[in-house]
C-alpha cells in the first residue's frame, strides 16, 4: 500500500529557505520513486523534482533548478526536498507523489491521476 506523509511547510519571506520531508512507507519505496510536485491557487499542478530509486538521477524543473534540491534517507524511508532562495511565486501546496519504477514519469516530472498516489500536501508560502 501506498503510503506518502509530507511535513515541513509553512511561511516564510523572500529569499527564506524551507526544507521538506515526505515519509513513505517502506513497500512504496520499493516499487516507486518520489517525485515532488506543488500546485497554486488557479494553476495547474507543476511537477518540480523527482529522484530516480535505482540510479540515484535527480530531475528539476526549470523554475527551480539551481534553487530546490532533493535528496533520500532510506534509513529513514524519507525524502528530501530543500528550497533555497524562495520567491512569491513558489507559493503553492507541495505534495510528494509515487511514480512508477519502471516509466518514464519521474525524467518526465508526470505525476499519476489517481489520488493513491499521492501525499495531502503542505502548504508553502513565500511572503514578499
Known amino acids: 500500500q501506498i503510503q506518502l506523509v509530507e511535513s515541513g511547510g509553512g511561511l516564510v519571506q523572500s529569499g527564506g529557505s524551507l526544507r521538506l520531508s515526505c515519509l513513505a512507507s517502506?513497500?512504496?519505496?520499493?516499487?516507486?520513486?518520489v517525485g515532488w510536485f506543488r500546485q497554486a491557487p488557479g494553476k495547474e499542478r507543476e511537477g518540480i523534482s523527482c529522484?530516480?530509486?535505482?540510479?540515484?538521477?535527480?530531475y528539476y524543473a526549470d523554475s527551480v533548478k539551481g534553487r530546490f534540491t532533493i535528496s533520500r534517507d532510506y534509513a529513514e524511508n524519507t525524502h528530501y526536498l530543500q528550497m533555497n532562495n524562495l520567491r512569491p511565486a513558489d507559493t503553492a501546496v507541495y505534495y510528494c507523489?509515487?511514480?512508477?519504477?519502471?516509466?518514464?514519469?519521474?525524467?518526465?516530472?508526470?505525476?499519476?491521476?489517481?489520488?493513491?498516489?499521492w501525499g495531502q500536501g503542505t502548504q508553502v508560502t513565500v511572503s514578499s
Open positions: 507523489a509515487a511514480l512508477p519504477k519502471y516509466g518514464t514519469e519521474c525524467q518526465r516530472l508526470k505525476g499519476l491521476n489517481d489520488n493513491k498516489y
Open positions: 517502506r513497500w512504496t519505496l520499493d516499487y516507486y520513486h
Open positions: 529522484i530516480d530509486s535505482i540510479t540515484g538521477q535527480t
